[in-house]
Nanobody, 121 residues
Framework: QVQLVESGGGLVQAGGSLRLSCAASGRTFSTYGMGWFRQAPGKEREFVAAIKWSGYYADPVKGRFTISRDDAKSTVDLQMNRLKPEDTAVYYC?????????????????WGQGTQVTVSS
């Protein structure tokens, strides 16, 4: 069982930066693939980035977002630079057992409550 808690969301102007953090409970954090997803109003939840040993990114965020993890601290972060209004969404941290790192939402077993990111134009 893994419990996930996100933090770091907020309001930022376009072109600015935010850093999201996800803290996980449980002793087996290092065995999980970790991902970030987002959901904008009226849209389906979509993949943003994932990491086991290296990062994997959705095309809209490549070159702007960086995912990282610290297994000793059981945390996974998402550094978001050059933010755009279309990045506005609730961002969710998720954990996938079996070392999965990819965009398939069905492979993620555990989810956080989400943190709101709003980018103003």
């Amino acid at each position: 069982q893994v419990q996930l808690v996100e933090s770091g969301g907020g309001l930022v102007q376009a072109g600015g930066s935010l850093r999201l953090s996800c803290a996980a409970s449980g002793r087996t954090f290092s065995t999980y693939g970790m991902g970030w997803f987002r959901q904008a109003p009226g849209k389906e939840r979509e993949f943003v980035a994932a990491i086991k040993w290296s990062g994997y990114y959705a095309d809209p965020v490549k070159g702007r977002f960086t995912i990282s993890r610290d297994d000793a601290k059981s945390t996974v972060d998402l550094q978001m630079n050059r933010l755009k209004p279309e990045d506005t969404a609730v961002y969710y941290c998720a954990a996938a057992s079996g070392f999965y790192t990819g965009p398939n939402i069905r492979n993620y077993n555990y989810w956080g409550q989400g943190t709101q990111v709003t980018v103003s134009s």
